[in-house]
């Protein structure tokens, strides 16, 4: 059982809101991900992070920011909230020596609609 | 660009039998390669990886096999049971650079009792 956790699991709310979505892992891992997935589609990388302090853009275009403050936290920030930002969001963790193999950790989504 | 796609939106086999789904890649620089399974409501959760060098692995009921040639993976499931319906994405993780990995879309298995 993966112990990195995301909250709200289900968000409602309307254009021109900011939001954050939290995500916290408790396993010491210092690779952490954000990524986007329409329902039943790919996986899109939006953001990735190698440690504290560190933050990368990953390929899809997100008008989105991530901070890495403390090793087990990594919110993601929408400061204006649209209707096409409406998706799921999935953060993820790896060990750096998993990084090579691929093995990452997912949280259960925090699956975003915006009205 | 990469791309990792699947061949078949969804496949649904019969309890019992086994499964095989496809996916196609096209960077040749990947290192390793990934199968990745989601459950309804769930994040997608790690299930084997194989490194390019390789041709085959198993696992636990599961094997995965590597065709470089035609660019070409494949998941094995044996004596497939109710608990494997989900989707299942590929996956391919670059021998350098950031080590991201790329997720082809999906395959639904629905398993019919």
């Known amino acids: 059982e993966a112990d990195i956790y995301q909250t709200p699991r289900y968000l409602v709310i309307g254009t021109g809101k900011k939001i954050t979505l939290e995500c916290s892992q408790t396993?010491?891992?210092?690779?952490m991900y954000w990524y986007q997935q329409d329902p039943g589609m790919e996986l899109h990388l939006i953001h990735y992070s190698y440690g504290v302090n560190s933050t990368e853009k990953g390929d899809l275009s997100s008008e989105s920011t991530v901070s890495r403050i403390r090793t087990e936290h990594f919110p993601l920030t929408l400061e204006s909230a649209r209707p096409s930002h409406t998706s799921q969001y999935l953060c993820a963790s790896s060990e750096l020596d998993r990084v090579v193999t691929g093995e990452l950790f997912f949280g259960e989504g925090s699956r975003l609609t915006v009205l | 660009g990469e791309s990792v796609g699947l061949h078949l939106p969804t496949l649904s086999v019969q309890e019992g039998d086994n499964s095989i789904i496809n996916c196609a890649y096209s960077?040749?620089?990947?290192?390793?390669f990934i199968w990745y399974k989601q459950e309804s409501g769930k994040g997608p959760q790690f299930i084997i990886d194989?490194?390019?060098?390789?041709d085959k692995r198993q696992g636990q009921r599961v094997t995965v096999l590597l065709n470089k040639t035609v660019k070409h993976l494949s998941l094995q499931i044996a004596a497939t049971q109710p608990g494997d319906s989900a989707v299942y994405f590929c996956a391919e993780n670059p021998r350098t650079g950031r080590r991201a990995l790329t997720f082809g879309s999906g395959t639904r298995l629905q398993v019919q009792p």
């Open positions: 194989i490194r390019s060098n390789m």
């Open positions: 396993m010491g891992h210092d690779k």
């Open positions: 960077n040749s620089a990947s290192d390793y």
